[in-house]
């Protein structure tokens, strides 16, 4: 829920973020986020068409970044830009967007999500 309302927050629906704040739930980043917003110091991006969307393709970069996390364990010897090459031959996407993807999901961004409690789903 933590990871799912700073999300949403960012991408300007800031309802989920808000409910948590009132309930005492919220962790650590969320209030950081909510005071950052508050400052002035970020801006949430403009809502899309489509919140759903937004949901759809941060579930889909999710899912790049877990691949390339999962060549990189199965073949240690291979360089970054061969495995980028074989992701974006797979996604049929541009290499760059593969890069701009990593760069949302890092592998440290990729630990901490695994770490959060089970049955816990990434949107999508």
Do not use: C
């Amino acid at each position: 829920m933590s990871l799912n309302s700073i999300w949403l927050a960012q991408e300007g629906e800031i309802g989920l973020l808000a409910v948590r704040l009132r309930q005492g739930t919220a962790s650590q980043e969320e209030m950081t986020l909510a005071a950052d917003l508050i400052e002035g110091k970020i801006k949430p991006r403009r809502p899309t068409k489509s919140k759903s969307w937004a949901n759809y393709r941060r579930a889909a970069h999710y899912q790049i970044a877990e691949y390339v996390k999962l060549l990189k364990e199965i073949n240690p010897k291979w360089q970054r830009k061969r495995i980028i090459g074989e992701i974006a031959k797979e996604y049929r996407l541009s290499k760059s967007k593969i890069y701009d993807v990593l760069k949302d999901f890092d592998d440290k961004t990729l630990t901490q999500i695994s770490q959060l409690p089970r049955g816990f789903i990434p949107p999508k």
